[in-house]
């Protein structure tokens, strides 16, 4: 049924209060603090240590120094992303492949904000720009299963690069998975609980 006027304005509102209730409720599961160090996964904390090893005095290291050869165990999942201003845009420029079987496909070269990983469009562009705007480190402990329910999220570490210590140029992404043993086994989710979400470019629909 279409709603006109007055009823339509007064049903979308209804729906952004229950929203907006919704999210009071139920916070996002994220950290900007250390505090998580002492509850995610022993590798995320390593590779925390190992970035915060690489910056020296400055707020943040550059791309350069986070040397893949010193990086084998943590490549599988790790996703590197460019970063571009006025307007802010972000894009992949490498997924490992662990991060490709937990999506079902490679988004290298696409943009985040059409192939983001996570239950939220929003809060998942909100991680990024905080680590963006401050300059330092934003855990995710929104822990999904992957798209054929074989492993699961466990904690995704987001650590801002920059080539002169000054400007954000890239965030690399440390992702961790639990696999699970047997399979979880149900039906396929619907698209919007997916663990990854893929927008269409013309529509901006899930799909």
Request: glycine fraction near 4%; aromatic fraction near 10%.
């Amino acid at each position: 049924m279409l709603l006109t006027g007055a009823m339509a304005r007064s049903d979308a509102l209804a729906i952004d209060e229950t929203a907006a209730a919704d999210t009071a409720a139920w916070p996002y599961p994220r950290c900007i603090d250390l505090d998580f160090l002492q509850r995610c996964h022993p590798r995320v904390a390593d590779f925390f240590r190992y970035w915060d090893s690489k910056r020296g005095e400055r707020q943040m290291p550059s791309r350069a120094d986070m040397v893949p050869a010193e990086m084998k165990v943590f490549l599988p999942g790790i996703v590197l992303v460019a970063v571009r201003y006025n307007p802010l845009r972000l894009t992949y420029r490498l997924v490992g492949t662990r991060e490709v079987d937990y999506r079902g496909y490679d988004p290298t070269g696409k943009d985040v904000a059409e192939h983001f990983a996570g239950s939220s469009q929003q809060e998942v562009l909100r991680n990024y720009e905080l680590a963006i705007e401050s300059k330092s480190f934003v855990y995710d402990e929104d822990c999904l299963l992957s798209a054929d329910h074989s492993f699961q999220e466990a904690g995704t570490l987001l650590l801002p690069l920059s080539d002169d210590g000054e400007t954000v140029n890239m965030v690399i992404v440390y992702n961790h998975y639990r696999v699970l043993t047997p399979p979880v086994s149900r039906p396929k989710p619907k698209a919007v609980e997916r663990a990854f979400h893929e927008l269409s470019e013309s529509a901006q629909t899930l799909r």
